[in-house]
């Protein structure tokens, strides 16, 4: 079993993160943590895979967090998660180590793909014998968006330029994927697919709505 540590201070989304977490086969969680004080308390008596940090926090932030795990030699992979968008705090947990970063709002898809990941370089570390140059670009490599080739495979131009004109003509608005598939009559599952992709490619942004019970619903609006 992979174990995990999350750090998170707010206890809603600590708690959020568990549940994600664990819903991934082989994974963990043996502890929360709400500081960074905290978290290298128990990094130095407990054996740690993974830790899913938080970069805002009291007493101690997760960069300088990151920064006295390596003083002390700690290696442990981290995904880091902050609501941060400056490109030089990326910058820099980037060259600390941290094996993926999530920005705040983030999909449950996209925080999966990234455990998923870490588990798959995981058990590539424990039971590869021999590396090949495919191993290796399987573990250090995404499929990104490239806006100047065609559409992602499974996706069609006719449904994305329908489904922006809605988005569009309501930029005044926040839609959940449900709502957006009722307004264009396509499933849901779709709808989930292109507004995935048109959050990667900037045509909308997303926010994340915390209920009192069951998962958060995330909700999108036109960029303008």
């Known amino acids: 079993m992979i174990k995990v540590l999350i750090v998170e201070d707010d206890p809603m989304v600590a708690q959020i993160n568990k549940s994600y977490t664990e819903s991934i086969k082989g994974l963990s969680v043996i502890g929360v943590c709400k500081d960074g004080k905290e978290a290298l308390e128990t990094i130095k008596n407990t054996e740690i895979d993974l830790i899913i940090l ?5 007493k101690m ?15 442990t992979d981290v995904i880091m998660v902050t ?9 820099e947990v980037l060259k600390l180590g941290a094996v993926d970063y999530l920005i705040k709002p983030f999909e449950y898809e996209r925080f999966k793909e990234a455990l998923n990941r870490f588990v798959m370089r995981y058990k590539f570390f424990k039971e590869q014998k021999v590396i090949k140059q495919e191993d290796i670009d399987k573990i250090t490599s995404r499929n990104k968006v490239n806006l100047n080739t065609e559409l992602q495979k499974g996706l069609h131009k006719r449904t994305l330029q329908r489904i922006r004109d809605f988005m569009k003509d309501h930029s ?7 709502e957006v598939a009722e307004a264009v009559v396509l499933s849901r599952v779709t ?7 048109m959050a990667e490619v900037g045509d909308i942004k997303s926010d994340i709505e915390y209920g009192t ?8 609006k036109w960029k303008d």
């Open 213 to 220: 019970v069951g998962r958060p619903s995330t909700k999108y």
């Open 191 to 197: 709808i989930r697919r292109y507004m995935n992709y």
């Open 83 to 91: 609501a941060a968008h400056e490109v030089d705090k990326l910058d």
């Open 172 to 178: 005044d608005r926040y839609f959940t994927s449900e």
């Open 61 to 75: 932030d997760g960069i300088t967090f990151l920064k006295e795990m390596r003083k002390h030699n700690i290696m």
């Open 54 to 58: 938080d970069v805002y926090m009291p």
